[in-house]
């Protein structure tokens, strides 16, 4: 095999991951860019010293690649050599090369830009500020050690394959430290490049993650490739696949920080998954850090899977020095400075910039009530008030108004996603002759206008706030029934789900309980989220014991049966006398105590049980069998019209198994529905059951009946529930 240089082949790799066509021999490089022309080059890459005249000579390369700290002598004799060769004399430091392949200057006026934007706190601060005007230091628990701000990235990232998980409260400010070490990066970037350093520092770049539909890189290097209408930043064009982003993180060009893994609207399957594959990438030499609010157990749960307890970091609350320090550079005098700290000193929300800046904002002079400054959800309820109130004059509608139609867009926005000023003002029931249409058409101060028309809530905090108060309110005036249709339709965020936890009263969660039947998974599911937020709130750092007795209050008993636990973690509970059947989804039963002394069925086994003991039963094989056969009796009648597909409903004439379908139903893969006017009842198959069954009837043989339990696990509960006696 010829010999290549380690530099050469490094460099053929790296435009292999780009889309050149490439190959390298000794030191001898020759690439095909992929342009409408397809342009060659012939580049020479290696050790300067042996980079001989004669070789220089016989190549004729347009290029010579070299070490970054290769003397600057050698240097002058490789640009000799190809001015005698005739070639303009370009040698390039690999470090300058490779961020010339990139446009990684481009990258740092991104960086510079984004960091700049204060969209966290738009209206809350004030406009002139920059990155480094507006921070304020605060500490960091990392590791069982306090670390400043200012020293984070350099402890947790400073070598090679190195990652970090900042964790933190809502409104402690994750993103405006990351966009402050986003600036930090930019500056001794160009800071680099402007002394013409022989080697430059990575740019780290900021990716907000509430706009990614997975968790890839592949998608983190389309949203950094693609221009948007919602920011004014650089699209870093070249930097468009996931390979080659693989490789300048490999090669330490930038430093990724990845903003919101809980605003990440998908499956905590699917977000292991993306953090498994960021793992590896880190695993192979990147640098990174992902950022996620502290209370959204599925993100942080994940992360706590992935990353090394010493990776983990959490914000602290800004101390009342540090408080003081950020409302001053925002504007306040010392003295109204001091009457915002008195007002907040005892409440929940005490060293949290975000209320800091919106009670500054607000006018907040007073302390506030005892009952309000036990809630962090209810002093944000107050200080938006409050924000009403300043934007009386400006809309002319009262504040009590105001917050009405906010919760009405919230409840509409919620069910229906983004809506443009018509239909906003159709579904609120407002004329466009009303004072109140104002609040869209010239938008509220918590609502601000996209670029394509829609009119959406500026905070995503606010708008499921707004969202839990709309159900809050509905179930508490209204009753249950009022609300089943928002909570059995779609599965609620963590923070709509502990916003709903700290609203309503322990009375309507016990009786929404006991009308979430197992005919609706998803409403089932989501008053059990509820039911287990509360816990959370009420006994953090209490005995499994004393969990398992609030959550049974709020229950009105010990049994969790006929229930979807999609994305719902079940935890540190004493299970001695509970009683769990029937359970499907992806969810977890971690950490509790005292497995064997619950009655439970295999159900529980298809669940992430990490930290819980749950022994085997032993009867599989023989239940497996009979399921089988009557699943093969029920999906007979679906399969006579189609040969390569199943029929998606049956009528309950037809149906000679009515206690089988509804075991479907309870795994969500079928419903009962009206058809044809309201008259004849019909099961009918959902998305999901018509993928697993299909799966399941049309495959080839029974021994590949096991791999498809496993990529299909509500198919394992079912056949069970079918196989009992």
């Not at 990139?102 to 969209?119: H, M, N, P």
């Not at 402007?194 to 080697?199: D, G, L």
Request: hydrophobic letters at 40%.
């Amino acid at each position: 095999m010829a010999y290549t240089s380690v530099l050469a082949e490094s460099v053929r790799s790296l435009l292999q991951a780009r889309g050149w066509r490439c190959d390298a021999t000794r030191f001898t490089i020759r690439a095909v860019e992929p342009t409408l022309d397809n342009i060659k080059h012939v580049w020479m890459a290696g050790e300067a010293i042996a980079l001989t005249g004669t070789e220089i000579a016989q190549v004729r390369p347009t290029r010579i690649l070299v070490p970054d700290l290769t003397p600057a002598k050698e240097v002058e004799r490789v640009e000799e050599a190809m001015r005698a060769a005739g070639r303009e004399p370009r040698v390039n430091r690999i470090t300058h090369f490779i961020d010339i392949l990139w446009d990684a200057s481009t990258a740092a006026v991104r960086a510079r830009r984004d960091a700049e934007t204060a969209d966290n706190f738009e209206g809350f601060v004030a406009p002139e500020l920059t990155a480094p005007d507006r921070h304020v230091k605060q500490y960091l628990k990392l590791g069982g050690e306090r670390v400043p701000d200012n020293r984070l990235l350099e402890r947790a990232l400073s070598a090679s394959g190195s990652a970090l998980a900042i964790l933190a409260d809502a409104g402690l400010g994750k993103s405006e430290l990351l966009k402050w070490h986003e600036w930090r990066y930019a500056v001794f970037y160009e800071s680099a490049v402007a002394q013409r350093a022989h080697t430059y520092p990575p740019v780290a770049l900021r990716v907000p993650l509430r706009g990614l539909r997975t968790l890839s890189l592949d998608a983190i290097a389309h949203y950094l490739s693609r221009p948007s209408d919602e920011d004014d930043l650089p699209a870093l064009n070249r930097l468009d696949s996931g390979r080659f982003l693989l490789e300048l993180l490999r090669r330490q060009r930038l430093i990724l920080l990845l903003d919101g893994t809980d605003e990440l609207m998908i499956s905590r399957a699917k977000l292991e998954e993306g953090l498994r594959e960021l793992r590896r990438a880190v695993d192979d030499g990147a640098r990174l850090a992902v950022s996620s609010r502290l209370g959204h157990l599925n993100s942080t749960r994940t992360i706590g899977t992935i990353f090394d307890s010493g990776e983990i970091a959490t914000i602290e609350p800004m101390e009342p020095a540090g408080g003081r320090e950020l409302l001053l550079k925002n504007g306040a005098d010392p003295d109204r400075a001091d009457e915002v700290l008195k007002a907040l000193q005892s409440s929940k929300a005490q060293g949290i910039p975000l209320f800091l800046l919106l009670a500054y904002y607000v006018n907040l002079k007073d302390e506030l009530d005892v009952a309000v400054a036990s809630s962090r959800t209810n002093v944000l309820l107050a200080l938006l008030e409050l924000l009403c109130v300043r934007d009386e004059e400006r809309l002319g509608v009262d504040s009590k108004e105001q917050m009405a139609v906010l919760t009405d867009f919230a409840h509409w926005t919620h069910l229906l996603g983004d809506l443009n000023e018509h239909s906003a003002l159709e579904h609120l029931g407002i004329d466009v002759a009303e004072p109140k249409a104002a609040m869209i058409l010239n938008p509220h101060a918590l609502l601000t206008r996209t670029a394509d028309g829609m009119v959406v809530f500026k905070y995503t905090e606010f708008l499921l706030l707004f969202a839990a108060k709309a159900i809050s309110e509905d179930w508490r005036r209204l009753g249950f029934g009022s609300v089943t249709g928002d909570l059995r339709g779609t599965k609620l965020d963590d923070m709509t789900v502990e916003y709903l936890a700290r609203m309503l009263g322990l009375d309507d969660i016990a009786r929404g309980w006991s009308r979430a039947t197992g005919e609706y998974p998803l409403l089932r599911r989501n008053v059990l989220a509820i039911a287990l937020a509360r816990v959370e709130d009420e006994c953090a750092g209490e005995s499994p014991a004393v969990r398992s007795a609030c959550l049974s209050g709020l229950l009105g008993g010990k049994s969790l049966c006929d229930t979807l636990l999609a994305d719902v973690v079940v935890q540190q509970l004493d299970l001695q006398g509970w009683t769990l059947r029937r359970l499907s989804g992806s969810g977890s039963l971690t950490y509790c105590v005292n497995a064997r002394q619950c009655d439970y069925d295999e159900s529980v086994l298809q669940l992430n049980t990490e930290g819980t003991e749950f022994p085997k039963a032993t009867d599989d094989a023989a239940r497996l069998a009979r399921g089988c056969t009557r699943l093969d009796v029920m999906i007979k009648p679906l399969k006579r019209r189609s040969a390569d597909g199943l029929v998606r409903m049956i009528s309950l004439k037809e149906c000679t198994d009515q206690r089988g379908w509804s075991e479907l139903r309870r795994v969500g893969a079928a419903e009962q529905e009206r058809k044809f006017g309201g008259g004849e009842r019909f099961w009918v198959l959902t998305e999901s059951g018509v993928r697993m069954l299909t799966r399941y009837a049309f495959r080839e043989h029974d021994d590949e009946l096991p791999g498809l339990m496993s990529a299909e696990p509500d198919l394992r509960v079912l056949l069970l529930a079918l196989g009992n006696r």
